[in-house]
T-cell receptor, first 114, second 113 residues
Framework: DTGVSQDPRHKITKRGQNVTFRCDPISEHNRLYWYRQTLGQGPEFLTYFQNEAQLEKSRLLSDRFSAERPKGSFSTLEIQRTEQGDSAMYLC????????????FGSGTRLTVV | GDSVTQMEGPVTLSEEAFLTINCTYTATGYPSLFWYVQYPGEGLQLLLKATKADDKGSNKGFEATYRKETTSFHLEKGSVQVSDSAVYFCALSETGANSKLTFGKGITLSVRP
C-alpha cells in the first residue's frame, strides 16, 4: 500500500491553457474525493466518486472543471481555459466506505496559473 | 450551510506547554467532527474524530470532546512536543467519516524547544 498518489506535484501553466491532474487512490478504497485548497484556507470540497459513479459535485466545480473515474480506480481532474483564480493546491483523498476510518489524503498537486 | 470556525493563528508554544485550539461549528443536523493534521511536507492525516454528542476523540495525546450545547470541538494536549509542529484543521461531516467534509481555515502550531 503506497498511499494516495497524485501527479504531477507541481504544474505551472499559462492562463487559458488546459491542465489535467491524476490521482491514484489506495487500491481497495471505493470512494475518491477531490478538494481545492488556497493559501491560508482549509480544503474546499469539489466532488467525490463511489467506484466510477460521481455522487456529488460542489457549486465550486464550474463547467470548466471535469472529473472522471472511468474504471473505479484512478481519477483525473481537468481544468479547461485556466484562470489565475484557479491557482491552488488540488488534493485527492480516498476511503473505504465499509470502514469508518475517514480519508487518506495525497500530498496534492500545486497549480500555478501565470 | 455548514461551517467551521477556528481560532486565529499562528500559535507558538514552548515544549511541554498546554495546548488548546478552539473550534466551533454550524450545522443543520448532528454532524461528525474531526481534527486533521498536516505535518510539513506531508498530506493531511486524520488525528481524531467524534461522531456524537459527548464523545471524546483521542490520539497521540490529543483529545477533543464533542460539545453539542456549545457547538464546539476544541483540541487539547497536556504537553506539546516539537514534533507536534504542524497545521491543524477542524472539520465536520453531516453523514460520517466517508462523506463530504467541511473544513475550517486551519491553524499553524509551532513548538519551540
Amino acid at each position: 500500500d503506497t498511499g494516495v498518489s497524485q501527479d504531477p506535484r507541481h504544474k505551472i501553466t499559462k492562463r487559458g491553457q488546459n491542465v489535467t491532474f491524476r490521482c491514484d487512490p489506495i487500491s481497495e478504497h471505493n470512494r475518491l474525493y477531490w478538494y481545492r485548497q488556497t493559501l491560508g484556507q482549509g480544503p474546499e470540497f469539489l466532488t467525490y466518486f463511489q467506484n466510477e459513479a460521481q455522487l456529488e459535485k460542489s457549486r465550486l466545480l464550474s463547467d470548466r472543471f471535469s472529473a472522471e473515474r472511468p474504471k473505479g480506480s484512478f481519477s483525473t481532474l481537468e481544468i479547461q481555459r485556466t484562470e489565475q483564480g484557479d491557482s491552488a493546491m488540488y488534493l485527492c483523498a480516498s476511503s473505504l466506505v465499509s470502514r469508518n476510518y475517514g480519508y487518506t489524503f495525497g500530498s496534492g498537486t500545486r497549480l500555478t496559473v501565470v | 450551510g455548514d461551517s467551521v470556525t477556528q481560532m486565529e493563528g499562528p500559535v507558538t508554544l514552548s515544549e511541554e506547554a498546554f495546548l488548546t485550539i478552539n473550534c466551533t461549528y454550524t450545522a443543520t443536523g448532528y454532524p461528525s467532527l474531526f481534527w486533521y493534521v498536516q505535518y510539513p511536507g506531508e498530506g493531511l492525516q486524520l488525528l481524531l474524530k467524534a461522531t456524537k454528542a459527548d464523545d471524546k476523540g483521542s490520539n497521540k495525546g490529543f483529545e477533543a470532546t464533542y460539545r453539542k450545547e456549545t457547538t464546539s470541538f476544541h483540541l487539547e494536549k497536556g504537553s506539546v512536543q516539537v514534533s507536534d509542529s504542524a497545521v491543524y484543521f477542524c472539520a465536520l461531516s453531516e453523514t460520517g467519516a466517508n462523506s463530504k467534509l467541511t473544513f475550517g481555515k486551519g491553524i499553524t502550531l509551532s513548538v519551540r524547544p
